[in-house]
């Protein structure tokens, strides 16, 4: 069991991916992403964050999209098609498609997907061009970040999605969901201090449980849904 003040440093948050997050879970923590970049570049959401990370339809849901898709040239980008395997799960490389939109994208080239993403969420779409067309929000948005983490980073359309932009869309990530998701399950709940197991992934028959451990005089005492946990962190950050 970690906490969270574990699992939100950065060599850590490398090791958590697609194969091991709960992807219920990874949706909710792409929505929030989703409403801190909104939030911060005065943008209007396309949908809210319980609807984003709970909603899974064919027509109207939200899935999971690998931006490097098993293709010859994002395979040339990587020593080996096990070092391409393992890469391409990391969250830096991932974002969320409206349920038609991930089916159509498939395993179309880069430069194909940007056409997919551009009217996306804007995770997806601030790879795009076109995201940074007099757009003074996200300008100063952007002056924000390179403040924040000294000239390092920023958001930045990128024509090809190399190892490189892999890594730097990581960092930049981490950056994006490291200070409000740490504010969120660090905040005081019934004086206790809080430890959330980010790597569990519900085996059969668990009813797809998402342990939330209080530490209240030194006994275990909650467990709750992931539904429950998105829904209670959701509304928390809307207050904050």
């Known amino acids: 069991m970690e906490t969270v003040n574990s699992v939100l440093e950065y060599d850590n948050f490398l090791k958590r991916d697609y194969t091991n997050l709960n992807t219920r879970f990874l949706r909710y923590l792409l929505a929030r992403v989703e409403l801190y970049i909104c939030e911060h570049s005065r943008q209007e959401m396309q949908n809210d964050v319980m609807y984003i990370a709970t909603k899974t339809g064919y027509k109207t849901g939200y899935h999971i999209e690998h931006i490097l898709s098993r293709n010859a040239t994002n395979m040339a980008y990587f020593d080996s098609e096990e070092e391409f395997e393992s890469q391409r799960n990391i969250l830096g490389g991932l974002l969320l498609l409206k349920d038609r939109d991930n089916i159509s994208s498939g395993n179309e080239e880069y430069a194909d997907k940007l056409k997919t993403y551009s009217n996306g969420l804007v995770w997806g779409h601030s790879l795009c061009e076109d995201f940074y067309h007099c757009n003074k929000d996200i300008e100063d948005f952007c002056r924000e970040l390179k403040n924040i983490t000294q000239g390092n980073l920023s ?80 509304q928390t950050i809307i207050r904050l």
Do not use: G, W
């Open 155 to 234: 958001f930045q359309a990128y024509s090809k999605f190399d190892k490189e932009t892999l890594y730097q869309r990581s960092r930049l990530l981490f950056e994006l969901i490291r200070r409000p998701l740490k504010t969120i399950f660090q905040r005081e709940v019934c004086k206790s201090e809080v430890h959330a197991d980010f790597s569990y992934k519900p085996q059969k028959n668990s009813h797809s449980s998402f342990e939330v451990i209080c530490c209240c005089r030194e006994k275990y005492v909650h467990s709750i849904s992931y539904h429950t946990l998105i829904k209670v962190a959701a």
